[in-house]
């Protein structure tokens, strides 16, 4: 499978709106903070717009979300910049991270990484030709305990091996969604093969 590597410099779109729907999760959002704390509504407000706009944040977004925060467009970029859960470039239909952080390599992640590379056609920040994966390695997303794990999209697999996660990528790219969570028999961050008993 060819890959398409992500440019250099990304197209940004020149306007962004929130649409009907949304405008109406914005004042939601708005009337959780007192007026003089809005800026406190500036991670949901990204979110949103990411959500909206196949997950990414475009520089517009940014400017609109300032605007309606009464914020410098600095400190929206800022907080963009600094988290990681916000995508300040186009990805893929699916955002595959995987974790390779000590719990997760010391259980497996390099496999994962294998399985990933292989199964798609890409590495690291690269995105597949059809626009369906997106491939990143992150730190840790807080699943230790059931690693080694992926999050792709807002779902966490864990407990994987190179043949579960193979299964996962080829679900999803026959349209059908694998069930998140633990890919062993195990129920939840149980002991991995002694439940303890109370």
């Known amino acids: 499978m060819s890959v398409r590597r992500p440019a250099a410099e990304v197209l940004q779109p020149k306007s962004f709106s929130f ?5 109406l999760v914005v004042d939601t959002i708005l009337s959780k903070y007192p007026k003089e704390k809005k800026a406190s509504a500036l991670l949901p407000l990204l979110d949103l717009a990411q959500r909206q706009n196949a997950n990414w944040i475009s520089t517009a977004a940014m400017k609109v979300i300032s605007e309606i925060l009464s914020l410098p467009l600095i400190k929206v970029l ?11 470039k186009p ?3 699916n955002l595959l991270q995987v974790c390779t952080t000590t719990p997760c390599w010391l259980r497996g992640s390099d496999d994962i990484v294998s399985a990933c590379k292989k199964k798609l056609g890409i590495d690291f920040g690269e995105t597949t030709q059809d626009n369906k994966f997106t491939l990143l390695e992150v730190e840790c997303l807080g699943a230790c305990s059931n690693a080694p794990m992926v999050q792709i999209n807002d779902y966490f697999y864990e407990d994987l ?3 579960s996660m193979i299964k996962i990528i080829e679900d999803i790219q026959k ?12 129920t939840g961050s149980e002991p991995h093969n002694n439940r303890v008993k109370v």
């Open 175 to 186: 349209g059908s969604k694998p069930k998140p969570g633990p890919q062993s028999k195990r």
């Open 91 to 93: 990805v893929g239909k």
């Open 19 to 23: 649409n009907e729907k949304n405008l």
């Open 161 to 163: 091996n190179e043949d």
């Open 78 to 88: 800022e907080v963009a910049t600094f988290y990681t859960m916000f995508n300040l």
